[in-house]
């Protein structure tokens, strides 16, 4: 239990370090370090869950199962290589004059706020608490997304606060509904009421009329955190318009979080309705976000919107995946979700370099990447293939495992499925080729990049699509059994 | 007997209006520091205007004659199937609500007419505003109307009263909607600031006296007369269905002495209120009166809504 | 039926229909400064609620949460906005809403509509004061037709902060409250989001010189 606590208390003493340590090298090597102090003891906790079977702290508060370590591994894994990423990155912001000592300052405190509230998501065995800190953790970013004071900034930090705000309410009218159901048993003790283990367990005595109402009201509330069609609005604008590593961390691990919420409140609404409504609406919406996100990807003009799209659509195939709920479909959002989160994190990081490159976020004023800095361009290039599904990265596996298991079960959707990522692939190709092959533009400069975590996460990716590893094999498995109730393998 | 009484009730209602716009006169000259004139003044303006020649317009056709009279029946006929003092009288038993509805709008569409039947300018002004007014005030009155029959489950207003009276204080959300839209209404419907102002002859303005401007003599009387029996109506419409305490449950001589004084009572009170807002708002322009009502109606729809979602009992 | 009801629970629907109220007052107010005072007035008709709750069910950590309410919504945040409307010279401007006829009535829909959604729950519960959940549904669905329907940021605030009043009265009238930790972790979130939405209004005032958030269109799906 330990390292949970550790988890938890290393981000908050981060916060309260970095908000008061003005020297911008200090706080870029205490950044590091306290998100690699997370790490370890994700993998701590993640051997100890692997051991032993789930842990419940001693208050209930706190739950973990192989379902939630597994993210939080990845959670702590993607902050830390975009910690090491964003040091650089911040510098070349801030010698260029974008940011001052101050806003430096505050990214480095709010960087570590987000780990925290994203833990606590992740950790926390409330409902209550799980709304809390999804709320907080749009309040740690909404000041960083307009951290550049542009107009566009401030707009897309107004629109994220607004509609993440009046959407994330949906849900917690839905956690409200969940403690009325809880409370209306008389087999829960009111103390207990909001607790994920004692609904579960107790899901099959909640009122199904209430916990249908409740989840839709979650769907939709943790469903717009997540950019689910037509909740969508605020993502793109949130994800382009803040510091880059700020999007890889919204995209790489913001949306996995309130997928995880999504599907937290799926399997209580799966126990407790014994109908396949809940999965209906999710493959619903998931589908639909999906087709549009892979149509919208035609019509950008900006990198990082381009790419936020890329990630709706992947979220959309997820939410789709996780609706059907089959252990095979489920198995392969899990991973899915692993494989969408190393790729899209490297490759808003890789885009980051790119845009400081070409001094600018306009794809068509990008050009020529691979002759000005070969390692970016070929970053950029390698992370659209692995994004894309290319075979043989992990990307590929898993989206081809979900269409297996769409196959299975609901065969006329795979149609629609090929189109769509037929769709995004094209629109994703048609902006990438001249990007980065193009002629390159006068007086374009090599800038100082890290590109270590792009080569690291690229790397897993590849690896997964190899091969998944026993031990992650495991995982995936014990996570489905939770979720679908028995193992795909 | 019972008749005889409801012949005696709607004598008095006849006879009390006048008495009412009196005491409303008086009121709103004391709260504006001014000399306040008798109590009895509008029975002597009444007296005055009968006995004065009439004069009809060049082109008066036989609806501008007719109409003070219509006008003046229509409104005495709603005074008598207004419960007053005692609540079950045979005539309020022949005929609901909506009824009442039907009889406004029937004096109202008199009295458009004969403003339009001159041809002057006002008169088809005054008419104009008058119906536009009375097309959104009415929705707003049905909606309290509906409130009111959905909570009593009844249109008869003596039903509704003894419905009130048999469940005791109840605090009702919808009436509590119901009352304010019907107060908006009324004002509304009565002509009385901010809608109109009833004291002046504004030409710009004016609404109500814009209509009956070509009318001297005993037709005028019976005009005024009959405005102050609506005025009245609409009081003792909103004292008796909200506040219906004390009124008159048999025909004991007790029962409608008490009847009586309440009703005196509870009228005294509503003219301070109206008086207090007539000289604390300013009238209002035309075009806001649409805001002013859709208010109204809007309050009216939740008065209905409240009862709906939160008086009824569904486990 | 409602008379044989306590006094206390029919006050509880009173407020409840007046909190109703309120939020329409707020939809059709286009004064700023009325429109902050009607959403104080709605925090301490919620404040009220919350009390006589405590009081009739004899839930005495509700009169805690009466208390933060009070402080929170009736005090705190309308005082901040009032001031900072003040301070940025925004007490003449208007925020008209246009069409309030349309705005009214979609208002009246979302009521019904509210109450179509709840129906299910409330038929479950032999307590009559669970009513008044389809009114908490209908103020969060009328805070977020205010967002919609108005451009001034401060006015969004407003329809922000009365979501939170709508949950919050959801959670009063359906399970008397949530635990103790929840509740004040939301109290938290909602502060911190009240001081962020004053930075908020620098920001965008600094950056489009007008606190009409219409003029943020410059990220738009559309092809420029």
Sequence with gaps: ?489 | MAWILAILQTLLFIGGAPLLAGWIKMLKCWLQNRNAPSLLQPYRDLRKLWRKESILPESASWIFTAAPYLVFTVAVLTAAVVPLVAVDLPSARIIDVFGLVGFFALARTFLVLAGMDIGTAFGGMGSSREMTISSLAEPAMLMVVFTLAMSAGTTNLSMGMDYVLDSGLVLRPSFVFALGSLMLVAVAETGRVPVDNPATHLELTMIHEAMILEYSGRYLALMEWASQIKLMLYGVLIANIFFPWYIGRDFSPAALGQGLLAIMLKLALLSVLLALSETLLAKMRIFRVQEYLSFAYLLGVLGMLSHIILEVYYA | MLDELSYYHQAILHLAALITLSSFLMLGQSRLLRLIGVFAAQGFLLSASTALVAQTHDFPHLYISALLSLLLKGLLIPMMLYRLVMRMNLHREMDTVEHPAGVMMGGATLVVFSYYVCLPIVKLSPLMTLNTISVSLAVVLLGMLLMITRRHAVAQVVGFMSIENGLFFAAVVSTMGMPMVVELGIAFDVLVAAVIFGIFFFHIRSSIDSLDVDRLSKLSEVEE
């Design chain 1, 1 to 489: 239990m330990i390292a949970v606590y550790l988890i938890l208390l290393a981000p908050l003493i981060g916060i309260a370090v970095l908000a008061v340590q003005g020297d911008p090298d200090k706080s870029r090597r205490y950044n590091i370090i306290f998100n690699a102090i997370t790490l370890i003891c994700s993998l701590w906790l993640a051997v100890l869950v692997l051991l032993k079977g789930p842990l419940l702290s001693s208050g209930k508060q706190l739950y973990i199962d192989s379902f939630n370590v597994y993210l939080v591994v990845l959670t702590a894994f993607v902050g830390f290589t975009t910690a090491l990423f964003s040091s650089a990155y911040m510098e070349h912001e801030r010698e260029i004059g974008k940011i001052n000592l101050k806003m430096l300052r505050f990214y480095y405190a709010a960087y570590q706020s987000f780990m925290f509230t994203m833990f606590l998501v992740l950790t926390t065995n409330n409902m209550g608490i799980l709304w809390v800190a999804m709320e907080g953790a749009t309040l740690a970013t909404v000041l960083l997304v307009s951290l550049y004071r542009t107009p566009e900034a401030v707009e897309a930090a107004w629109k994220y606060f607004i509609l993440c705000g009046v959407g994330i309410a949906q849900a917690l009218f839905g956690t409200i509904l969940l403690y009325f159901a809880a409370e209306q048993a008389v087999e829960i003790g009111s103390g207990d009421a909001l607790l994920w283990t004692t609904l579960f367990e107790n899901a099959t005595v909640l009122n199904p009329g209430v916990m249908n109402i409740a989840f839709v009201f979650l769907l939709v509330g943790y469903g717009t955190k997540m950019g689910l069609v037509p909740l969508h609005n605020w993502l793109p604008d949130a994800h382009s318009e803040g510091p880059t590593p700020m999007s890889a961390i919204l995209s790489g691990l913001l949306l996995n979080d309130a997928l995880y919420a999504v599907v937290r409140s799926k399997m209580l609404a799966d126990r407790a309705l014994g109908t396949a409504l809940p999965g209906y609406l999710m493959m619903g919406f998931g589908l639909l976000s999906f087709l549009v996100a892979a149509l919208l990807l035609h019509h950008q003009k900006d990198i990082k919107r381009l790419f936020s799209y890329s990630s709706i659509e992947h979220m959309g195939l997820m939410t789709f995946a996780f609706g059907i709920g089959s252990p095979w479909a489920t198995f392969a959002a899990l991973f899915h979700m692993t494989t969408h989160s190393l790729t899209k994190s490297a490759i808003f990081v890789t885009v980051g370099h790119a845009a400081q490159l070409a001094g600018t976020q306009r794809m068509d004023k990008i050009r020529g990447l691979i002759n000005t800095q070969p390692m970016i361009g070929w970053g950029l290039l390698v992370g659209t293939l692995a994004i894309a599904g290319f075979p043989p990265f992990g990307v590929f596996a898993s989206e081809f495992l979900i269409l297996v298991a769409t196959m299975q079960d609901y065969p006329g959707l795979t149609p629609l499925l090929l189109i769509g990522i037929g769709v995004a692939f094209a629109g994703l190709f048609r902006h990438l080729q001249p990007m980065v092959f193009g002629v390159v533009p006068e007086g374009q400069q090599a800038i100082v990049a890290n590109l270590t975590p792009v080569m690291v996460h690229l790397a897993l990716v590849l690896w997964l699509g190899l091969s998944i590893p026993v031990f992650l094999g495991n995982w995936f498995n014990q996570a489905t059994q939770l979720i679908a109730g028995s193992m795909p393998l």
